[in-house]
């Protein structure tokens, strides 16, 4: 396993004994009463039989009937080291992801300078492990510096621990060398994950392109700038038989596209972001920037196929596409405000959203953020299972509480979640087998 | 219908969009202006509604008639008058609209007039500032008083508004006129149509509650107003339109299209005009022509904004 997380110099003998918990494996679909224990930072058994029962000397914690499952693993956390440190680091983004459950943060490229050498990853890496709390891999750029020109040295990337190829937040729009990075990656089985949008289509789009944006007198982005890529992406998989992963997908026609590839066997998968199965471009109201997000808020109707879309397993893997960006970028005119959100601390408690709210199945939920990125991303953490990283969480599926951003770890505020209410507290947090956040109103 | 109306208050603090205005609220302002029309027309035209009161004109983009009418309406009732010139001041400098807004505000107006190209900025602004904020046009969103305005001179002209046919022709897309006159003019009671090419026509349209037609000649078929809008000059070079002598041909106002309409149809124009571009320079001057006529009602129409919302500043 490729991980950036640091073994402690002398693994640490002590057992962890998690009882009372409803064991949640979504790689399996396990879904019981049971208990787990906690080795060497590795999952060293876990089962029914382990309900009431810890070994002697084990550290004892008490779920309480809540679940205990796989701690997330987002793959795609927008990061501003190096470069713009003053809209989040990874030590910052590691505390959020902590208290949002989530154990692995995966980051993107877009950073000044961009992640297109060796040594920059090697960089994240060591900055990571020294300087988060939960894993962090990189996704390093397919171009470099992202420019959509030049391909980047995959093999040797790929070698240091990139996890995936990415033009990051802009689109390759050069047919010919799209196909050049999936052939090209192919050969080392790398996964390429793309950012779809058709910047000529979109133009200087900023929004979802309606009544809505015709009434703001903003201009609008058509849903099919991104279908159209993914259409024209989906036959260059087709042809390299290389391994592709649309990065956020926003429309029904979209995942229409992905449903048919990956009936004809193609290796083709998709994300959505949460903030696309929860919100929807009417939530912008009166120029509201922090719903400014690329690809932008759709109709509702696309969010509920976005929703179904999880459900189904059509859509792979939820991602909070956390994207930290200060006031002064955001507090401008909407079309000329940065696009983005934050989303690593309110993930969990967003997705359980559709679970109260919508009734989507939990294990179907959870699977997007754990077992499915774990295999996309080649990861071993993300089930339940003997042996596994002990990235595990334990959640309150009922607990109420209202989404303050001066509250969040993150270190910036941009949340479109502010003041919503949420059902689901993480109550704690262990990446390989130490507890790295732990509720403070939580007595387990 | 005015005299149904008569209780009817315009009682906000800013004036940012003409989305969400009540009829009430429209001929409100519309009586106001309509005798503040009339005393302009008298030798003595001042009033001292606004004395002590100070007014800013924060143009971030380049405006003759709109600024020069609003610095005219605000003189007129007594109001001292800034002009902000914004090619010469910070704001070239990289001061962000938020800082320019607290600046300002600093310096305690009781009103402010802005204009910005960017659709919400104005709204942004007005959540910064402590006084009133009128919006002058944000980008392609809105720009409530020459709705009103032209609501006026239609209502001057033809006695009522409700039930009239209008039809708005050209750069729908990025006009911001029309979207605050499909406001007014459906709350209003009269019927719109919206003419231009697909090109320069913004995403469902139809849902504002308005007619589409592509074709000029039918969509002039029956109104009794036809209202022109002006087509910017780097729209004309094959991005929106191929050239101007296409765009004229299909969606220029000549006396053919024109007939089309009603005999007694008005002929509107926000200006500034481009003669031949989309509008024949003889219809431009035409008898049923009201476009003059615009331009006075635009000083009336900002003294009753102006007055309206002097009445909901604090007096202490």
């Given amino acids: 396993m490729r991980t950036s997380k640091v073994q402690p110099a002398q693994p640490s003998t002590e057992v962890t004994a998690f009882i009372n918990a409803r064991l949640i494996d979504p790689a399996s679909g396990r879904d019981e009463p049971g208990g787990l224990l906690v080795k060497d930072g590795i999952i060293a058994d876990l089962g029914g039989h382990l309900r009431r029962n810890a070994p002697d000397g084990a550290t004892v914690v008490d779920c309480r009937n809540n679940v205990l499952c796989p701690g997330l693993i987002d793959a795609q956390v927008f990061m501003g080291e190096p470069g713009q440190e003053h809209r989040e680091t990874l030590k910052t983004a590691s505390h959020a992801a902590a208290a949002g459950g989530v154990t692995t943060i995966i980051v993107m490229p877009d950073t000044k300078p961009v992640i297109d050498q060796v040594a920059l990853v090697d960089f994240i890496q060591r900055r990571g492990r020294d300087n988060a709390i939960v894993n962090v891999h990189v996704m390093a750029a397919a171009t470099r510096e992202l420019k959509g020109e030049e391909i980047t040295e995959i093999g040797l990337l790929k070698r240091t621990g990139a996890v995936a190829f990415t033009n990051g937040k802009s689109t390759i729009t050069n047919t010919r060398t799209m196909r050049q990075v999936l052939n090209y990656a192919k050969d080392f089985g790398a996964l390429v994950v793309h950012h779809t949008e058709d910047p000529y289509l979109s133009g200087n789009g900023a929004m979802n392109s309606g009544e809505a944006s015709t009434r703001l007198g903003i201009p609008g982005v058509h849903k099919f700038a991104e279908t159209i890529v993914i259409e024209r992406d989906v036959r260059l998989t087709e042809m390299t038989r290389g391994r592709y992963h649309a990065a956020t ?57 976005m929703v179904r879309g999880v459900e189904s397993g059509d859509i792979d893997i939820i991602v909070s596409s956390h994207d930290p960006q200060d006031v002064d970028v955001k507090r401008q005119p909407f079309a000329e405000a940065a696009d983005g959100a934050i989303g690593l601390e309110t993930l969990l408690a967003a997705a359980l959203r559709l679970h109260h709210n919508q009734n989507v199945n939990l294990v179907a939920l959870l699977r997007a953020m754990t077992s499915n990125p774990a295999k996309l991303f080649g990861l071993a953490s993300g089930r339940l299972e003997k042996g596994a990283p002990a990235d595990l969480i334990v959640v309150d599926l009922e607990q109420p509480w209202v989404v303050d951003k001066a509250l969040l770890k993150s270190r910036s505020k941009n949340t479109p979640f502010d003041e919503r209410k949420m059902m689901g507290r993480v109550l704690r947090t262990m990446v390989a087998g130490e507890t790295v956040y732990q509720y403070a109103g939580a007595a387990g | ?189 009269a019927r719109v149509r919206v003419i231009a090419p697909s090109t320069l026509l913004p995403p469902a349209i139809d849902r504002l509650g308005v007619e589409v037609f592509t074709d000029m000649n039918k969509g002039l078929e029956g109104c009794d107003i036809v209202m022109m809008l002006r087509l910017q000059r780097e729209r004309m070079n094959g991005s929106f339109v191929p050239s101007t002598r296409e765009f004229y041909h299909y969606f220029g106002l000549d006396h053919e299209k024109l007939a089309r309409a009603k005999p007694d149809a008005l002929i509107m124009h926000p200006g500034p005009m481009n003669r031949g571009v989309e509008i024949a320079s003889t219809v431009a001057d035409h008898a049923r022509s009201v476009i003059r006529e615009q331009v006075e009602m635009g000083v009336a129409v900002r003294m009753a904004v102006l007055e309206a919302l002097a009445r909901q500043l604090p007096n202490q």
Avoid: W
Avoid at chain 2, 121 to 146: F, M, R, Y
């Fill in chain 2, 1 to 189: 219908m005015t005299t149904t109306t008569k209780n009817a208050i315009f009682a906000r603090r800013h004036l940012l969009t003409c989305e969400g205005l009540s009829a009430g609220e429209i001929t409100a302002l519309l009586d106001i202006a309509d005798r503040a029309a009339d005393t302009n027309r008298q030798v003595n035209k001042n009033r001292d509604i606004l004395k002590g009161r100070s007014l800013v004109n924060l143009f971030f983009e380049a405006s003759t008639r709109t600024q020069s009418s609003f610095e005219m309406a605000a003189k007129r009732l007594g109001a001292d008058v800034l002009n902000m010139n914004v090619a010469t001041s910070s704001v070239s400098k990289g001061e962000t609209l938020i800082d320019t807004a607290m600046t300002l505000n600093a310096m305690r107006p009781d009103i402010l007039v802005v204009r910005h190209h960017a659709a919400g900025a104005v709204e942004l602004l007005s959540q910064k500032v402590d006084c009133s904020v009128i919006n002058a046009g944000d980008g392609a969103h809105q720009h409530p008083t020459q709705a009103l305005l032209d609501a006026l001179t239609i209502r001057r002209a033809k006695g009522r508004i409700a039930g009239l046919q209008v039809a708005i022709c050209g750069d729908i897309l990025h006009s911001r006129v029309a979207r605050s006159n499909i406001d007014v003019l459906n709350t209003m009671g």
């Fill in chain 1, 249 to 305: 997908i926003s429309c029904e026609e979209s995942l229409a596209v992905i449903r048919a590839a990956k009936a004809k066997g193609l290796g083709v998968t998709c994300g959505v972001s949460i903030n696309h199965l929860t919100l929807n471009e009417n939530d912008i109201g009166p120029y509201r920037t922090f719903f400014k997000l690329r690809p932008p808020l759709r109709a509702e109707s696309d969010r509920a196929a």
